[in-house]
């Protein structure tokens, strides 16, 4: 029996569209139920569970008469409009038979980035599950724009699991464990644990299935383990039909062991949810100054400024070279910095106003890359 799996008292579970619906689109109420049956019991064990959940965009397909998963984004989000409810509506109904009530949390990258969002994106899970809800937790497709999406949901799944801190992540895929190449070959071996980066070596990762509903594939799935398992969290990668022991702490599947003690939670996230909006150029005595002294980024240290970006946003702090060195959520508009460049905050007190005696990218709000 796996330990990390049995001891393990807040379970975030990730499961894709190709386990919840047809490859023509439309849920599956029977995989549903089965879900909802498997997290119940860990429910009714005194765990607190979070559901990830993928399907929205493959929902919506079979009503819209869509018949394969569209490629532009206008599309994609009509498809999430409609198949979002009528996947909240199932879960709801599937969990009702246990007693258990659920709430939809829909998220997009703003919402864990930016303080105020990210903690209010905690105190929701947070209450959701001391209130003895299941929340379900899908990114906010009918809003969310190319440039600031995540991606896909098996990194929304780690990042949902640093969020919360849970003890346990499980991705539920079509595909039983990760393997040293194709499944189908005869060659090809089972991984069933993952200590760190030279357990991975010369393995190949495949892309989405056949069945073109998902975005994922098993490429997405390690880099979501990487993700976790960096923040401290072991994670179990499994096929949706083994849920059961795999939650029971059988040896099924490939569990991907911790590799290190959690990180600021928030700055863990600053460092893996985001897409930088800008660049910020640092002068050599700058970069030592946030490198390897951690201080804050004042103007005095910046050479040029690239990007269209507004105050709160995230932008990346690179070397001479154009390297970056950190990520940061800056507190100037772009078009406010070039004419602060190289002067000290005291100088531009003066000149200026007191509002301009700050940093440009606060240590709190700065990770190293």
Request: neutral net charge; proline residues 5%; glycine residues 10%.
């Amino acid at each position: 029996m796996r330990e990390a799996v049995t001891s393990a008292r807040r379970v975030v579970v990730k499961i894709g569209s190709s386990s919840l619906t047809t490859a023509t689109g439309g849920l599956d109420t029977a995989r549903v139920d089965a879900l909802a049956d498997v997290l119940a019991g860990l429910c009714a064990d005194g765990r607190e569970v979070v559901l990830v959940s993928s399907g929205a965009i493959a929902a919506g397909l079979s009503p819209l008469a869509i018949p394969r998963r569209p490629r532009d984004l206008a599309t994609q989000q009509a498809a999430a409009s409609v198949g979002q409810g009528l996947l909240i509506g199932r879960y709801a109904a599937s969990f009702d038979r246990h007693g258990l009530i659920v709430g939809q949390v829909l998220l997009t990258v703003d919402d864990v980035t930016r303080r105020a969002h990210y903690r209010n994106a905690y105190r929701t899970l947070r209450k959701l599950l001391d209130m003895r809800a299941v929340p379900i937790v899908n990114e906010n497709d009918t809003v969310a724009t190319e440039e600031i999406r995540f991606g896909d949901n098996d990194r929304l799944a780690a990042l949902v699991a640093a969020l919360v801190h849970a003890d346990l992540l499980v991705l539920l895929s079509d595909v039983d464990a990760l393997y040293t190449g194709d499944p189908a070959r005869p060659d090809t071996r089972k991984i069933t644990d993952v200590r760190g980066e030279a357990d991975l070596a010369g393995i190949t990762l495949g892309r989405a299935g056949k069945a073109g509903v998902g975005t994922g594939g098993m490429v997405t799935k390690v880099e979501a383990a990487r993700i976790a398992t960096g923040f401290g969290i072991p994670v179990v990668l499994t096929a949706a039909p083994l849920a059961p022991a795999a939650l029971a702490g059988e040896e099924v599947g490939t569990l991907f062991h911790p590799v290190r003690q959690r990180p600021t939670a928030r700055l863990f996230w600053l460092a893996h949810a985001t897409s930088p909006r800008g660049r910020l150029h640092l002068d050599p005595g700058a970069v030592q100054a946030v490198v390897a002294r951690r201080k804050s980024l004042l103007p005095a240290g910046i050479t040029a400024v690239d990007g269209a970006f507004t105050a709160g946003d995230p932008v990346d702090l690179v070397d001479s070279s154009g390297a970056p060195v950190a990520r940061g959520l800056v507190n100037y508009d772009a078009v406010e910095l070039p004419s602060l460049l190289g002067r000290s905050t005291v100088e531009l007190a003066a000149a200026l106003g007191p509002g301009y005696e700050r940093e440009v990218v606060h240590r709190d709000d700065l990770v190293l890359l």
